[in-house]
């Protein structure tokens, strides 16, 4: 048995192969090729655009795939959404569309699109987003470099922006946002009936939202005397709450705890100044709550 898995070729796949990685799934991929090798036998995998993967999913040429969900909403693709996991080509954080236009454009608000030729990548969803707004416009398909269409080729355009620095860096003003998206996770219907492939992809999407997870997390461990324990367990938050273990000298114990990242720097020195001694930080691969 073998399960088929699509992974997104372009600015998703350096983050995805390190999410896999952190999962436990090594992935390595020759130059010009399409093809990855992955160190687990029951799985093959084919690196294609995050755009077409929808597609190729639905007709069951893949089990299952990571694309984003505005592709899958784009193609109206009737597969099974396993996982939503947020990241992105420049961190772990979802994507927006949004309408821009010049930034001295007399359009101000989606109803001035009336009548105006738009230029955009995700064409299926502008259409449908203006047809429930009553607005009639022209809407084409960009091919590339969109955000130096507008005025000359195009009133305004659909991209989608993470920071926005691009169209501002086009002299672009944002009008609307059509569409929040992130990455997601989706299988074939017929696959996720079967019982093992169905398992197969169920462990995946465990290890793979563990290992997302554990980005914005780190492990704590420090020794404190039994005397100081409540002060410190008290400037502690943790998952759960943290791992008390007894140590050799029976006046001390050990401390174990998983925290956000980003709150150890400001914690430590409490930590310290409690009475904790031998402070260790250490990162984390996976975390299943």
């Known amino acids: 048995m073998v399960l088929k898995i699509g992974l997104p070729k372009g600015s998703l796949q350096e983050t995805t192969f390190k999410l896999f990685k952190n999962a436990g799934y090594n992935i390595k991929l020759l130059e010009r090729s399409y093809v990855p090798s992955i160190d687990d036998p029951e799985i093959e995998g084919l690196v294609i655009r995050a755009q077409e993967m929808a597609r190729y999913v639905e007709d069951g040429i893949l089990d299952m795939g990571i694309t984003g969900l505005d592709w899958v909403l784009e193609q109206d693709a009737k597969v099974v959404e396993l996982v939503r996991l947020r990241y992105g080509k420049v961190g772990f954080r979802g994507v927006k569309w949004v309408v821009a236009v010049p930034a001295n454009s007399r359009i101000r608000r989606i109803e001035d ?150 709150t150890v720097r400001n914690i430590i020195p409490e930590l310290k100044r409690a009475g904790a001694q031998g402070i260790v930080e250490y990162p984390l691969n996976k975390v299943i709550p």
């Open 113 to 262: 699109l009336q009548d105006k030729k738009i230029a955009t990548e995700l064409v299926g969803f502008t259409k449908r987003y203006l047809k429930k707004k009553g607005i009639e416009a022209s809407v084409e398909f960009s091919w590339g470099a969109t955000e130096v269409k507008p005025p000359l080729l195009a009133d305004a355009i659909v991209e989608v922006t993470e920071t926005g620095a691009s169209l501002k860096a086009n002299s672009l003003r944002i009008i609307e946002t059509i569409l929040e998206s992130e990455t997601v996770l989706i299988a074939n219907r017929a696959a996720w009936k079967d019982p093992w492939k169905r398992t197969k992809m169920e462990n995946i999407t465990m290890l793979l939202k563990g290992a997302l997870l554990a980005e914005e997390k780190v492990g704590l461990k420090m020794n404190v005397p039994k005397n100081k324990l409540q002060k410190v367990t008290g400037i502690l938050p943790s998952l759960h709450t943290p791992t008390v273990s007894t140590l050799s000298d029976q006046e001390w114990v050990a401390v174990e705890v998983i925290m956000d990242e980003k």
